[in-house]
């Protein structure tokens, strides 16, 4: 049985029944999307051997102020345009959907009611340390398999081990270099005038120019 995921743009995700699909499912403002984002989507597809890479912005990240982020429409736009190439990879709007701050524990459950055979969910180095202060966190563990990719000063294998202390479940390590690319840099280098289509899908680009996101 083919269905829909939760609040999906695109084909259909596969759950229930004979040949279902795992999800991984990958989280953030996406303020813009740039090449470091679909690297570490496509180094966790193959790792995992997943049907699906899910893109998920943040409606209202509970971290961020609103006036601090470009508008979600714009984000959204944003994401389409950057995994247009690739055919699985996948865009859910359960996040910009919700009303109120975007809880990662909330979007498990969702993604977990239509019965997925199995979630996965891709974070940073940076993001696996913080883990234990996010809502709900032993739910969270407790739902999705964690994937962590590297960062710059984040020591993956001990934070993989201290997560595993903690929660009693061992992160899947990605064997990939630290690509830190910032998406703060990228929009100071917009500000300020500088170049950086290299960093980004060109349709992430072109909507940037059209729409003068970034600008003083």
Known sequence: MTQNGPGHDGAPLRFAGTGRQSVCLFGGTFD???????????????????????????????????????????????????IALFPQFALSTVEAQRSGPSYTVDTLRVFAAVGGAGLFLLL???????????????????????VAAPRSGKPLGALAAAHERRYGRTPIALDMPELDIASSWIRERVSGGLRVDPLLPAGVSRIIEQRGLYRP
């Open 32 to 82: 813009p999307p740039h090449v470091g984002h679909l690297m570490m989507a496509e180094v966790a597809r193959e790792t995992l051997g997943v049907g699906r890479v899910v893109f998920i912005p943040a409606g209202a990240p509970p971290h961020k102020l609103a006036s601090d982020i470009t508008p979600l429409e714009d984000r959204l736009d944003m994401v389409r345009a950057s």
């Open 124 to 146: 940073g180095a940076d993001m696996l340390e913080d883990l234990p202060n996010w809502r709900e966190a032993d739910e969270i563990n407790r739902l999705a398999t964690i």
